[in-house]
């Protein structure tokens, strides 16, 4: 797994693309932002939402579609396989299980800092992955 700073640069042949998965868990995080003390004037709540906003006008939006549904049954079930997770808790997962579907069905390079990524990428299925912090 690369791990690359934040800011690192692209090349002109790059696509940068957001899952829509991603946007539904942006949504649901704005929905349920906490306000801090610090923060009376909304102004992380409103930069959060502008950010929402800047994905959905200026990049690309990856959908689901039909080529991800194996890919996503069989990531599941070796990720139960591997863990021993019981049913219910393994569901928690199930946006990211979607998320590396799509990338590997795209050939594209999922970038994340979530950890359950890593361990995707061990089983094998042809996820490639960089965690840029």
Do not use: H
């Amino acid at each position: 797994m690369e791990i690359r700073p934040l800011g690192c640069n692209f090349c002109e042949e790059d696509k940068v693309a957001v899952s829509i998965v991603t946007l539904y868990e942006l949504a649901y995080g704005l929905a349920t932002f906490e306000k801090t003390k610090k923060d009376d004037d909304n102004r992380d709540e409103k930069l959060f939402e502008s950010g929402i906003e800047f994905i959905k006008e200026y990049l690309e939006i990856s959908p689901l579609s039909v080529e991800e549904i194996d890919i996503f049954g069989k990531i599941k079930a070796k990720y139960k396989q591997e863990t021993g997770i019981n049913t219910k808790a393994l569901k928690k997962n199930d946006l990211d299980f979607l998320i590396a579907s799509t990338a590997i069905s795209q050939g594209a390079i999922l970038v994340s800092n979530d950890a359950i990524f890593g361990d995707i990428l061990d089983y094998k299925f042809g996820l490639e992955f960089e965690k840029w912090v």
